[in-house]
């Protein structure tokens, strides 16, 4: 069982749509952050949430942790097909500074 | 330019043959971390170390070591690798500032095995 559970698992749609990825667990994360991973290279972090209901903007993202810090959200307007990739969650929970659980990931394709 | 170097980037392998999976990173940072990446399940944390010396278990640790001896290395060895250690590996590090939660964590390119 995955402790954080993203959906959709794999996203196609065209140029100019928009879009929203879903980060989910039954238990309470300290902080959540998401990736954005291409092949051939490692993840590398867009933005990292820390307090309930927080909602951070990133250019054409919008990112949003649930007021009980379970859940987390990644909003894409205008998709383009530069944002293709593989789309992380992750995060950490309590005092376990070291110990970062990544959910399963959403693979989008943005097709011109 | 911050770097965190994997060596070797692909390696084909057999049954049994120990192997190491070196990782440096030159941004002086104390935390270091190995995942693992396989289709469907996104990354998973094998073992990860917060200082010198001071190593831990992640989500998936069985059939893997790691040591610590120095800040700047954290190299993953698998003394008797199996078919189902076949996987993409990814060492990681971040800072330990006062707020660790809110550092990036920075990759490397990943380290492809396959252990026939």
């Known amino acids: 069982t995955q402790l954080l559970e993203q959906s959709p698992q794999f996203l196609s749609i065209q140029e100019g749509e928009n879009l929203t990825v879903y980060c989910n667990s039954s238990?309470?994360?300290?902080?959540l952050q998401w990736y954005r991973q291409e092949p051939g290279e490692g993840p590398v972090l867009l933005v990292t949430?820390?307090?309930?209901?927080e909602v951070k903007k990133l250019k054409r993202l919008t990112f949003q942790f649930g007021d009980a810090r379970k859940d987390s959200s990644l909003h894409i307007t205008a998709a383009q097909p530069g944002d293709t990739g593989l789309y992380l969650c992750?995060?950490?929970?309590?005092?376990?500074?070291?110990?970062?659980?990544f959910g399963q990931g959403t693979i989008l394709t943005v097709h011109p | 330019e911050a770097q965190v170097t994997q060596n070797p980037r692909y390696l084909i392998t057999v049954t049994g043959k120990k192997l190491t999976v070196t990782c440096s990173q030159n941004?002086?940072?104390?935390?270091m971390s190995w995942y693992r990446q396989d289709p469907g399940l996104g990354l998973r944390q094998i073992y990860y170390?917060?200082?010198?010396?001071?190593?831990d278990k992640g989500d998936v640790p069985e059939g893997y070591k790691v040591s610590r001896k120095e800040k700047r290395n954290f190299p993953l060895i698998l003394e008797s690798p199996s078919p189902n250690q076949t996987s993409l590996y990814f060492c990681?590090?971040?800072?330990?500032?006062?707020?660790?939660?809110?550092?990036?964590?920075?990759f490397g390119d990943g380290t492809r095995l396959s252990i026939l």
């Open positions: 990681a590090t971040r800072g330990t500032g006062w707020f660790m939660d809110n550092q990036p964590q920075h």
């Open positions: 238990s309470v994360f300290s902080s």
């Open positions: 949430v820390v307090t309930g209901g």
């Open positions: 992750a995060g950490t929970q309590g005092t376990s500074y070291g110990k970062l659980t």
């Open positions: 941004m002086n940072h104390e935390y």
């Open positions: 170390s917060m200082n010198v010396e001071v190593t």
